[in-house]
């Protein structure tokens, strides 16, 4: 089973901050994803990657492959950015290989 | 256009009934997985159907877990005599392309409380 780590588990940043919240994993992966999930419960998908980069807005995604880990990044980070950030790597076969961590708590003050 | 749905939005019952947890993907979308969100845990794989492939039950925690998908849209996730540990948000995602490496949508989440 995929070990999933998230960090840090909790941020408070001040507005306009840059962001940035890392996921580990143990075992290789042929996708991974970010998801964002705001008090009350909503589960938004933000950025699904294999390799690389992808930017989005105000928000990057990066995954080094080879070192099992990735990272999640806020540019100029406002306080409707607040939520729960949860990294999710899919280690291939079925829907049993996606793992979820627990998720950064992220919460940006005015 | 409409986003996945789930109803009801709450639930709160006792230990032993049995509940009945809905959601309605995206038209057209062939895959559809449903979760359970414990309170301070991750989220957790329960159930994946994919169009009319038999659906993949891997993550049911138990035989009193069950999960339909009729016509290839509507879902019913069904807990049998309901324990306190059952209690968690059940979530449902649908996506339109095959396999968990894909982007999957959603829905706002079913609460389940057991007293």
């Known amino acids: 089973k995929n070990e999933v780590e998230q960090s840090p588990q909790n941020l408070t940043a001040q507005e306009g901050e840059f962001i940035t919240i890392n996921c580990s994993y143990s075992?290789?992966?042929?996708?991974l994803h970010w998801l964002q999930q705001h008090p009350g419960g909503g589960i938004v998908s933000l950025f699904m990657l294999s390799s690389g980069k992808k930017k989005h807005g105000r928000l990057i995604a990066t995954i080094n492959i080879q070192e099992k880990h990735s990272s999640l990044h806020i540019t100029a980070s406002h306080p409707r950015d607040s939520a729960v950030y949860i990294c999710a790597p899919h280690s291939g076969g079925g829907a049993d290989g996606l793992t979820f961590g627990k998720g950064t708590h992220l919460i940006i003050q005015p | 256009g409409a986003g996945v749905s789930q109803s009801p939005s709450n639930k709160v019952t006792e230990k032993g009934k049995d509940v009945e947890l809905r959601c309605d993907p995206i038209s057209g979308h062939t895959a559809l997985y449903w979760y359970r969100q414990s309170l301070g845990q991750g989220l957790e794989f329960l159930i994946y159907?994919?169009?009319?492939?038999?659906?993949?039950k891997s993550g049911l925690p138990s035989d009193r877990f069950s999960a339909e998908r009729t016509g290839g849209s509507v879902s019913t996730l069904t807990i049998q005599r309901t324990q306190q540990e059952d209690s968690a948000v059940y979530l449902c995602?649908?996506?339109?392309?095959?396999?968990?490496?894909?982007?999957?949508?959603f829905g706002p989440g079913t609460r389940l409380t057991v007293l």
């Open positions: 995602a649908s996506s339109s392309i095959a396999g968990p490496s894909n982007e999957q949508f």
């Open positions: 159907f994919q169009g009319n492939s038999a659906p993949d």
């Open positions: 075992v290789g992966i042929s996708a």
